[in-house]
């Protein structure tokens, strides 16, 4: 006897539930990647997990030929926010196509030694992300994570390279191996002119301010030599004495007694203002509007 309900193979349950899918996110809210990544206190660590990314020459060359980082570093900081944020709170539809974007963008983003598709340079890049998100939020919240929960993070964030179309397969398949992967190209990457470039562009950027921004570039200066690993650190030449490593010390501390007692959504806030401004971008892009957007170079 019939119910009078269309069957789970009707043509309207299928689409029916491809839009609850779509307007889903890719994570839940108790996953290690959400609870890490909502706190705004990580875009501190960005300019680590940047160059990082150009200690890889073929990256580098490409961010040097093709990024707009010196002449615009607020707008590559809010589209790359944007996307990071996108994939890890947006619906599965807004991470999706705001990386059919950044793929796109790349897909122009050629020399003669490189390609920003690539695989190897996706798996390097989404490495970077995990690694220094990992090490800061350690720091930042006095915590260490048992190697469960790393491996469930570095799971998680095999999205940064597998949304951009690198195969699965590519990625260190568990997180034992990505910590023989990641130790291996840090013992092994010998970086470039343009690296140190870039570096001078990232951490002695032009913005509207002026001397006002001195104290807290002076800051994120410091916190970028801090998370740096050594082998990387000393190829950039930069000076990592008693000194710097005590006032690093300092700044970490004075930070993980303050940080973590803000309200949420006070630590939350960047979240919030980077989402609201990627969905107005996507909801322009959907109007048919040309969106003010370049997509990050790395």
């Not at 119910?3 to 108790?30: H, N, V």
């Not at 580098?60 to 994939?87: C, F, I, K």
């Not at 705001?98 to 598709?117: C, I, K, M, W």
């Not at 300092?250 to 973590?260: D, I």
């Amino acid at each position: 006897m019939s119910s009078g309900f269309p069957g789970p193979g009707c043509g309207s349950c299928k689409y029916l539930l491809t839009l609850i899918a779509m307007t889903e996110g890719r994570f839940q809210d108790g996953d290690l990647i959400r609870h890490i990544t909502r706190e705004g206190a990580l875009i501190a660590a960005g300019g680590a997990a940047s160059l990082l990314q150009t200690a890889h020459p073929k990256v580098a060359q490409g961010v040097y030929d093709h990024s707009y980082t010196a002449e615009d570093p607020l707008r590559r900081l809010r589209n790359t926010m944007g996307w990071l944020y996108a994939v890890q709170f947006g619906t599965r539809e807004e991470a999706e196509t705001f990386s059919a974007l950044v793929t796109r963008g790349h897909a122009q983003v050629t020399g003669p030694d490189y390609e920003a598709n690539d695989p190897e340079l996706q798996v390097w890049v989404a490495a970077t992300l995990f690694a220094v998100a990992a090490q800061f939020y350690q720091l930042l919240f006095r915590r260490t994570f048992t190697e469960d929960e790393l491996a469930e993070f570095y799971g998680q964030t095999k999205v940064y390279a597998t949304i951009l179309g690198c195969p699965e397969e590519r990625l260190p398949a568990s997180y034992r191996d990505f910590r023989e992967y990641y130790a291996g190209m840090l013992n092994n990457l010998k970086i470039s002119d343009a690296s140190r470039a870039i570096a001078d562009q990232v951490l002695n950027p032009r913005l509207p301010g002026g001397p006002l921004n001195a104290p807290g570039l002076a800051a994120i200066r410091l916190i970028t030599a801090g998370l740096m690993p050594a082998p990387i650190r000393e190829q950039y030449g930069w000076k990592w004495n008693r000194a710097r490593r005590l006032r690093f010390r300092l700044l970490m501390g004075a930070l993980s007694l303050v940080y973590p007692r803000l309200p949420l959504r006070v630590r939350t806030l960047p979240r919030e203002y980077y989402l609201h401004s990627t969905r107005k971008m996507l909801a322009k892009a959907a109007a048919g509007r040309r969106p003010a957007l370049r997509v990050p170079s790395n």
